[in-house]
């Protein structure tokens, strides 16, 4: 996407693109599990009964986020007025990355995701409380605060 390209060409040091990386590589997994949906056989038959408003809310919405993904720099340009340069979203690199990404995810999904069941059972069965979102969303800012302190 435009803001994760946007976020690479301002990170510096390799740590900074490993985390990049595994950020997206959930992304693409949890995109995987979702196109298992659509790609996936269904374990037994099932009536489906389609709303055609939710449909097309639904279309509506996913084509805009595919327009303000390949159309990025010059909807930033309309928004906001500040025109930038996007010409390196779309190299050989960046390609061959997400395709590495894509792969890695296939295989995890298949091959690693069914083996943590347990464990994401676990993890899903856990409910957090309001103090709890707090504290996390509180230390999440204050860690990104003594980021950028350190870096700008």
Known sequence: SISKYFISEGLSGNWGGAALFIINL???VSFVKYATILFGR?????AVTRDPWIAGVSLFFGFACLAGGLLGG???GLLFGQHLSTAGALSIHKLAMFALTLA???LAYRHLIPRLGGVLAEVRGH?????QITVALTLFFAGLL???HNVL
């Not at 269904?42 to 099932?46: F, G, N, S, Y």
Request: charged content about 10%; aromatic content about 14%; hydrophobic content about 55%.
């Open 42 to 46: 269904p374990k037994e038959a099932v």
């Open 104 to 106: 890695i995810a296939i």
């Open 74 to 76: 010059p909807a930033v």
């Open 26 to 28: 959930g992304t693409t």
């Open 146 to 148: 003594v980021y950028l």
């Open 127 to 131: 409910a957090f409380n309001f103090n």
